[in-house]
């Protein structure tokens, strides 16, 4: 019985560390990753929202990837809504009918 919970602790305290230097590698590369960043963060231009973040994304990115457009469809897409968005604000502040546009 003895030499069987011997064996377990021993199994036991190889996972540890095991689990251990898993852990220890895991830090290394991320300290490596982190000193690339910063060596990097040097020669990189700081824009307003990245911070000199290697994993940064442009949130209007994140906005494209849900759609299955091309940025370039997306963008005439926002600026045909934007255009509209304007008319018709300067159609009710002139108190304009929309529909006298068309001759009706």
């Known amino acids: 019985m003895a ?3 011997q064996a377990q602790r021993e199994e036991e305290l190889a996972r ?3 689990l251990l230097a898993q852990r220890e590698a895991q830090l ?9 960043a910063k060596a990097q963060s040097a020669e990189r231009k700081k824009t307003l929202l990245d911070n000199n973040d290697p994993n940064f994304v442009n949130p209007k990115e994140k906005l494209y990837d849900k759609f299955p457009l091309t940025v370039h469809q997306m963008d005439i897409i926002i600026g045909v809504l934007f255009a509209l968005i304007l008319l018709f604000l300067v159609l009710g502040m002139t108190h304009t009918s929309f529909f006298g546009l068309f001759g009706g």
Request: proline residues 0%.
């Open 16 to 18: 540890r560390e095991a």
């Open 3 to 5: 030499e069987m919970n």
């Open 28 to 36: 290394e590369k991320e300290q490596a990753e982190l000193a690339a």
